[in-house]
């Protein structure tokens, strides 16, 4: 385990965390928690230990060369800080365990409030029958209600089966700690991941949570040859072509057009990015 002592002194630090496997279609969201590992070059603080969480005939090490070296890496959850130049992210990010998610999520609940963050944010992603060729869908909600409704959300309601995402929200909750979850909506018949497309949505929705302004690197360019590709093996299935202008018209049936509000606010949160993007 590293030292933990990297988590001391951070600045105004938010927490922004995801996790692969059941809450994680296409890799979307824990795709944003590698995007802004590698960007800004965050700093491993500490990584769990992994034979306390998982299996490891369902989430196997793998070999890797470094160099002349064959390398074996564990399967485990990380936790990284990223210094930027407004503030510090605290960076969560690993395979949903498979054992002890009391004694998992205990443990991460101690971090987070011993570096009282401005709010979490846990990152998710879905497969729906959302159609590749419309923007993202994603779902927001927040607590506490003070929270949801300067972020023009609401607090979440579901019931059903969760995820670990949706038990660290509930500790958060729980611990009155501002907690923000984002889910994008991504299509079923294209699930193999990646999906940059899906991550970037994610990353958009973050940097207007966190008004916050992120650097996507090459990701706008992924995105764009990923819907290139999708659409070349649509071309070549007619009843897929079919059942796809069916999700559109759908969508294009269902989704509402933005008032002049809520454009407005988001202008806004634009100017403001920008703002600090040339400061």
Request: glycine content about 8%.
């Amino acid at each position: 385990m590293a030292d933990a002592r990297g988590l001391t002194g951070l600045r105004n630090p938010a927490v922004v965390a995801a996790f692969g496997g059941w809450n994680d279609a296409c890799e979307a969201a824990s795709g944003v928690i590698d995007h802004l590992v590698d960007h800004y070059r965050a700093e491993l603080a500490f990584a769990l230990d992994p034979e306390d969480y998982y299996d490891f005939q369902v989430n196997r090490p793998g070999l890797k060369l470094v160099g002349d070296r064959r390398v074996l890496e564990w399967p485990t959850t990380e936790v990284l800080v990223a210094h930027l130049e407004e503030r510090d992210l605290v960076l969560i990010g690993g395979p949903e365990p498979n054992f002890r998610w009391q004694a998992f999520s205990a443990r991460l609940m101690s971090m987070l409030r011993s570096i009282n963050p401005e709010m979490v944010v846990l990152l998710g992603a879905m497969l729906t029958d959302a159609p590749h060729s419309r923007p993202v869908p994603v779902a927001g909600s927040a607590s506490p209600a003070s929270l949801a409704g300067e972020l023009g959300m609401e607090p979440s309601d579901y019931e059903g089966p969760t995820g670990i995402v949706g038990v660290l929200a509930n500790e958060c909750e729980r611990s009155a700690i501002p907690v923000v979850s984002l889910w994008a909506s991504v299509p079923h018949y294209v699930s193999e991941p990646p999906n940059p497309k899906a991550t970037l949505a994610l990353l958009a929705r973050l940097e207007g949570v966190l008004n916050l302004a992120l650097d996507s690197g090459e990701m706008v360019e992924a995105a764009t040859a990923w819907i290139a590709q999708v659409d070349e093996l649509v071309a070549d299935d007619p009843d897929i072509a079919t059942y796809i202008s069916a999700l559109e018209e759908r969508r294009d049936e269902t989704t509402p057009a933005p008032t002049g509000d809520v454009i407005a606010a988001e202008f806004e949160r634009y100017l403001r990015r920008r703002d600090q993007r040339r400061g």
